[in-house]
C-alpha cells in the first residue's frame, strides 16, 4: 500500500481524493494547529508520500525519520522556503506545490489590503466604534486615491500580473515593476516599465511585494528602500514577511517616511501581539489569508492531493517542483 501522512486537517475534498484511490492509506493529523514536532517525526516514519503545510518544516531530521522509502513530498502552497530542497533533491525525491490556483485570491486580498492601508479603513472603523466621528471635516481621516498614481510591482509573476489587472481599471497612470529580468511580453499588458529596485521605491505612489522569497529578495525592502520612497506613499507586502526588514519598516512608518503600510505576511507569523508595528495606526496587519477563501483552500488541497497520487504512481504530477 501506498503509505501517507497528512500534516494538518485539510478540506475534505483533498481528503477525499486520497481515500478513494486504491492502495492508498491515509494517517493524518487532524487538527487545525500544525503537528507538533514529535508526531511529526513519528507519522512520516516508514511513509511513501507526505502532504504538508507551510507551517511544517520539512528538514533532514524530517527526511531522516520518514526514511529511505519516502518518495514524495506534496506541499499545499505556493511557497516552498520551508521544504530543504537541497537535501530533498539529493535523495530524488519528487516535490508538488500548488501555483497558479490561489493568484486570483491573493490579488484579490492584495487589493484589499493597499485599499484598507491608503483610505485608512482600520482606522475610520475605530472611530466609528469609539465615538471620534463628531462631525464632516475637511481633512479628517484622508488618505490616498489610486487614480492617477504610480504603481510599483515588485515580481511581475503571476500574482503580481493579477494584482495589476485588478488596479489598472482604478485610473491608474503608470505601472512600474522589477525583478530578476525584464518580462517584455508580460509587461504590455500593463505597459508596465521595468526599473532598478531603487527607482521603483522613488517614483511610486504604492509600493506592492508579490515576490518569492529567495536569498536575492530576503530583507530587500530595508531603511535604504523606505528612504528612498515618498512621504505619501503606501507599501504593501503579500509574498514572504522575511523580505521585508521590520524594525526599518516600523521606523518608517513611526517617523513619517512613508504613509501608511499593508501587511499579509509578518516575521514570525503569528506576530507576538506586543510587537511594536501592532502600535501604529498606520500599519494594517492581517494573519496571512491571502488564499483564504472556500473555494481556493478546496481547490488547493485537490490540487496537493492529486500531486501526491501522480508523485506515488511515478506519473507526471498536475504540478511538480523541478529540482
Not at 494547529?33 to 504538508?52: D, W
Not at 495589476?164 to 485610473?171: E, I
Not at 507576538?272 to 473555494?295: F, Q
Request: net charge neutral; with cysteine; aromatic share 6%.
Amino acid at each position: 500500500a501506498m503509505a501517507v501522512f497528512v500534516t494538518r486537517r485539510i478540506p475534505a475534498e483533498g481528503l477525499r481524493v486520497l481515500s478513494q484511490a486504491g492502495g492508498c492509506r491515509v494517517q493524518q493529523w487532524d487538527s487545525e494547529e500544525p503537528v507538533p514536532r514529535a508526531e511529526l517525526l513519528a507519522g512520516v516514519a516508514g511513509k511513501r508520500g507526505l502532504l504538508c503545510l507551510l507551517s511544517d518544516r520539512i528538514d533532514r531530521e524530517v527526511l531522516d525519520a520518514a526514511g529511505p522509502g519516502l518518495k514524495v513530498i506534496s506541499t499545499m502552497s505556493v511557497g516552498f522556503d520551508h521544504l530543504a530542497l537541497e537535501e530533498i533533491k539529493k535523495r530524488g525525491i519528487r516535490v508538488g506545490y500548488t501555483p497558479d490556483v490561489l493568484t486570483d485570491a491573493t490579488a484579490e486580498l492584495s487589493v484589499a489590503l493597499l485599499l484598507a492601508a491608503c483610505r485608512r479603513l482600520p482606522e475610520a472603523v475605530e472611530q466609528v466604534k469609539n465615538g471620534g466621528w463628531t462631525t464632516w471635516k475637511p481633512l479628517w481621516m484622508c488618505g490616498y486615491g489610486l487614480s492617477d498614481s504610480t504603481v510599483g510591482i515588485i515580481g511581475l509573476g503571476r500574482i503580481g500580473q493579477a494584482v495589476a489587472r485588478r488596479l489598472k481599471p482604478f485610473g491608474v497612470k503608470k505601472f512600474l515593476y522589477t525583478g530578476s529580468c525584464p518580462k517584455p511580453e508580460t509587461a504590455a499588458e500593463f505597459e508596465a516599465e521595468f526599473v532598478p529596485l531603487m527607482r521603483l521605491a522613488e517614483e511610486s505612489d504604492f509600493v506592492v511585494v508579490t515576490c518569492a522569497l529567495t536569498p536575492a529578495t530576503q530583507g530587500m525592502c530595508n531603511r535604504d528602500f523606505f528612504g528612498r520612497m515618498k512621504k505619501t506613499s503606501v507599501f504593501v507586502n503579500t509574498s514572504r514577511g522575511a523580505v521585508v526588514n521590520q524594525e526599518d519598516l516600523y521606523d518608517a512608518l513611526a517617523h513619517g517616511q512613508i504613509a501608511a503600510a499593508g501587511l499579509d505576511v509578518t516575521t514570525p507569523e503569528p506576530l507576538p501581539t506586543d510587537h511594536p508595528l501592532l502600535s501604529l495606526k498606520n500599519c494594517v496587519i492581517l494573519p496571512h489569508v491571502g488564499s483564504a477563501t472556500y473555494a481556493t483552500r478546496s481547490t488547493m488541497a485537490v490540487l496537493a492531493a492529486k500531486n501526491l497520487l501522480a508523485g506515488l504512481r511515478g506519473e507526471p504530477m498536475p504540478h511538480e517542483l523541478l529540482l
